[in-house]
C-alpha cells in the first residue's frame, strides 16, 4: 500500500516558521484537523481592515477572498477583480504581481500546460 505523505510549511505575522508533516493513513478529517489547530494558533492572520488601495492590495484581497485553499490561474484573477471592484485590469498585470507574490514565498507557482496555476496554502503530497 501507498504511503502518502503531506507537508504544510506556514509563516505567522510575527515570522515564527511551522512546519507540519503528516504520514500514513493521510484523511481529509486530518487534514483539516491541522488547519483547526492553526486557527486556534491564530496562524492565519486576523480579519482586519486592510487598506485596499494598491492594484497589488486589490489582487491579493482577491486571493485571500476566493482562493484561500485551491488552486487558481490568473485568468480566474482577472474574472473575480473585475466582478469584485467594477473596474477592468490587464491580465499581464495580474500575471506580474503574482509572480512577484511568488518569488516572495506567498504563493505556490506550477507550470500547468501553456498556463501557470498558483495556491497560497503549501501542501505537497508525495506516495512511496
Do not use: C
Not at 505567522?12 to 500514513?24: H, M, N, P, T, V
Not at 490568473?74 to 471592484?85: A, G, Q, R, V
Amino acid at each position: 500500500m501507498a504511503k502518502k505523505r503531506i507537508r504544510i510549511d506556514m509563516e505567522d505575522s510575527d515570522g515564527a516558521r511551522y512546519d507540519i508533516k503528516l504520514e500514513g493513513n493521510v484523511t481529509r478529517d486530518k487534514v483539516l484537523k491541522i488547519f483547526e489547530m492553526m486557527d486556534l494558533m491564530n496562524i492565519e492572520e486576523e480579519e482586519t481592515t486592510t487598506n485596499i488601495d494598491s492594484v497589488g492590495s486589490k489582487i491579493w484581497h482577491i486571493i485571500d477572498k476566493f482562493f484561500p485553499m485551491g488552486k487558481f490561474t490568473s485568468t480566474n484573477i482577472l474574472e473575480k477583480y473585475e466582478d469584485e471592484f467594477n473596474e477592468p485590469i490587464k491580465l499581464s498585470v495580474i500575471s506580474t504581481y503574482l509572480s512577484r507574490f511568488s518569488s516572495k514565498g506567498r504563493v505556490d507557482r506550477t507550470r500547468n500546460g501553456r498556463e501557470w496555476t498558483y495556491q497560497t496554502i503549501k501542501i505537497s503530497q508525495k506516495q512511496h
